[in-house]
């Protein structure tokens, strides 16, 4: 909408929400906001479907949520908020809420900034979650900041591939990964999948801008890991590091 507010969307079912395959998207593309994404359920399950909400203006990008006992999604699925262009819209956060979070097959959520605007932030609340060959990613390749990822859980497990990932290839700042969690494993032993062959683990970098190779470059993100119980195997790793321009790594603190 060019100054209109966009709608929320909102799904609430009693007993389950099922996409297979099947999507939704919330988009502004002026001085409107985009609207909310909400799905509550008991059980929720994605093949090959997802969702996106984003700003191309200077309106705001909407939140999305997700509220279940079990959220589960495979298949390439995946949810998007993001912030294009450079009209300076803040994208809005990724709040998910469940008791077991399972995420399979090169699925994922991502919160992206690829100009003027701030990412938001993504933040995962459960007993367990499981990210086998799957991702959670804050990215910026513009001015904008990354948003942060707050994990908040039970037991975390990541696994084939699986990452926290914060990335930053441009003069924003990459955002900073927050992990609280009884027990976290990250086990990078390859069995299957799009991203068998990844690097396996909770991990911020600053990359090379190749669009602008010679522009100065924001600082990586920091990694804050919390537990009672850490176990990484078979390659897996935490790391920040920097392979490019002026920005500085972020730090680990465990």
Do not use: W
């Not at 994404?37 to 909400?53: D, Q």
């Not at 469940?98 to 992206?112: E, L, V, Y």
Request: no cysteine.
């Amino acid at each position: 909408l060019e100054k209109g507010n966009a709608n929320d969307i909102t799904l609430i079912a009693d007993n389950s929400i099922i996409f297979k395959p099947g999507g939704m998207a919330n988009l502004a593309i002026g001085e409107g906001k985009s609207g909310t994404t909400t799905l509550k359920a008991k059980t929720i399950e994605i093949f090959t479907g997802g969702g996106n909400t984003g700003t191309r203006g200077t309106g705001d990008g909407g939140d999305i949520n997700i509220i279940a006992d079990s959220l589960y999604m495979e298949a390439r699925s995946g949810f998007t908020a993001s912030s294009i262009g450079e009209q300076g819209g803040k994208a809005g956060d990724i709040n998910i809420a469940a008791k077991s979070i399972i995420m399979r097959d090169d699925s994922g959520f991502s919160n992206d900034t690829f100009g003027n605007g701030n990412a938001g932030n993504i933040n995962f609340k459960a007993d367990y979650i499981e990210l086998d060959d799957a991702q959670i990613i804050s990215r910026t390749e513009g001015v904008g900041n990354a948003g942060k990822i707050n994990i908040s859980s039970q037991i975390l497990r990541i696994l084939n591939g699986g990452q926290l990932n914060a990335t930053k290839k441009a003069s924003g700042n990459g955002g900073n990964i927050k992990v609280n969690a009884d027990t976290v494993e990250l086990n990078g032993e390859p069995t299957r999948g799009e991203l068998a062959n990844e690097n396996t683990g909770i991990i911020s970098s600053v990359l090379p801008d190749i669009r602008n190779p010679n522009a100065l470059t924001g600082n990586g993100g920091s990694i804050d890991l919390t537990t009672s119980s850490l176990l990484i195997r078979d390659g897996a790793l935490i790391g920040a590091s920097t392979s490019a321009g002026t920005g500085n790594g972020g730090d680990i603190t465990l």
